[in-house]
């Protein structure tokens, strides 16, 4: 069937569902296939459970003209929901990079709503089936997009771009993550510079941190919209305190006064870049400071992202939803900086790493150790550092019971890894 056909089928039924567990009514199933699964074998159950059409790719499971067969389901998603962009005369909004995409999309968006009835991708929904489900829920009432993109192998954000066709575009900023699927950080610069390339073969701009020389070489030949703490930037930010929520003045390029300070839900210095970014956005499309400020002070962060967790008498910095070495860095020297006097870290190991992991796992145990920060490590990767008098822990388990054995008290404590370690579990132990 051509993708038209099922797009008319799409716009009768304009809900898309992959998984029997959270089938709408009258939707559209598409049956996709993992490595442990195949969603053809569901199709039977989507139907039954009120989907209207099921999208499948073997022939054995067509088994009623409820049943639509494609030689690719996940193909067939991508190509519909590049298809569905087409029809949408809205500006999107692009945003990938190593680190701060999701914050900075959710405070974009808290921004961005002030004015206009703008969709952003919810979650981190930013692979290569999030990307079109996202797309595929954009209506035609909304003034305005967000469409946050992941990579962890070099041209996945090429096939992205390709699906949602950002107008404009951000990279928060590009280090070290992924490195087992990209191979090295040049390999990282080459994939996160894949928006940079689309944007630039259809002439589009991008929002850019000014001060970021890999940044700005990479965006080279690229109109700019620049945000900065220097004054050569267009949006120029002061950073008022970070210890613990962050605030912020900014003021336009050649203007004299800051705003008043901004106050955000948000914890660390390294936020500081992230808030600018969505102060950048706002004031492209025509926001006003008040409304710019309003958005920012209205997003509270969740899902484990930069959370200030008041718990007994700690204060808890639950930022446990992913970490990678520049991540993991900026959150301990942002730790270290603090001026309050009793500090713990409890640090989780950074995943997909390759041969670069006993690397960077020691880096991070070295600039504990030369901050002096009390730490507890936990995961294989940190316990064959050599991490000195630092406690070191297999697993999330053993850390908890050693916790509920041994109770902390009075200490601000900062919690990061990547999710696989789910320290967010270690919370109810302090």
């Known amino acids: 069937m051509k993708i038209q056909n099922i797009y008319k089928l799409f716009k009768e039924h304009p809900f898309v569902s992959t998984d029997t567990r959270n089938i709408k009514s009258n939707s559209l199933f598409f049956a996709l296939k993992g490595e442990n699964f195949d969603g053809n074998k569901f199709a039977q159950t989507a139907i039954a459970s009120g989907a209207k059409f099921a999208i499948v790719d073997d022939p054995s499971f067509q088994v009623s003209n409820k049943h639509i067969l494609v030689p690719n ?41 002030q004015k206009y009835l703008c969709y952003a991708t919810k979650g981190n929904l930013n692979n290569h089936i999030g990307v079109p489900l996202s797309v595929l829920e954009i209506t035609g009432s909304h003034e305005l997009a967000i469409i946050e993109m992941g990579a962890n ?6 096939e992205l771009c390709e699906i949602s066709q950002p107008s404009i575009g951000l990279i928060t900023n590009i280090g070290k993550a992924h490195l087992e699927g990209f191979g090295s950080f040049e390999g990282v610069k080459k994939a996160k510079s894949e928006l ?21 070489n990479l965006a080279d030949g690229l109109f700019h919209h620049t945000y900065g ?22 003021k336009k390029h050649n203007y004299f006064g800051y705003t008043l300070p901004i106050s955000t839900n948000l914890v660390g210095d390294y936020n500081f870049e ?10 492209y499309f025509e926001l006003s400071p008040e409304q710019i400020t309003t958005g920012i002070e209205s997003y509270l962060p969740s899902n484990n992202r930069s959370q200030l967790i008041n718990k007994n008498s700690n204060k808890i910095i639950l930022d446990a939803y992913n970490a990678n070495p520049v991540s993991l860095k900026a959150a301990v020297e942002n730790l270290a900086n603090s001026k309050q006097k009793n500090k713990l870290a409890i640090l989780g190991d950074m995943k997909e790493l390759g041969i670069y992991s006993r690397e960077e796992h020691q880096a991070i145990v070295n600039l504990l150790l030369e ?45 990061k890894g990547s999710r696989s370690i789910g320290l967010e579990k270690v919370v109810e132990f302090l």
């Open 371 to 415: 901050k002096s920060l009390d730490a507890m490590l936990v995961g294989n990767n940190f316990s064959k550092t050599d991490h000195g008098n630092l406690k070191a822990f297999d697993s999330t388990k053993e850390i908890s019971t050693h916790l509920d054995n041994h109770p902390i008290k009075n200490c601000v404590i900062l919690i």
């Open 153 to 158: 192998h070099i041209g996945e954000i090429a």
């Open 274 to 283: 992230n808030v600018l970014a969505a102060i950048c956005i706002g004031n």
């Open 73 to 113: 389901a996940l193909a067939c998603l991508q190509e519909l929901a590049a298809h569905h962009r087409k029809q949408l005369d809205i500006p999107i909004i692009g945003i990938t990079g190593t680190n701060g995409k999701t914050t900075t999309k959710e405070i974009t968006h808290a921004v961005l709503d």
């Open 229 to 250: 703490k220097s004054e050569a930037n267009q949006i120029i930010g002061r950073l008022e305190q970070s210890d613990y929520h962050l605030s912020l003045a900014w």
């Open 196 to 216: 940079y390339n689309y944007l630039q073969k259809n002439d589009s701009p991008v929002f850019i941190n000014g001060d970021n020389k890999v940044l700005i």
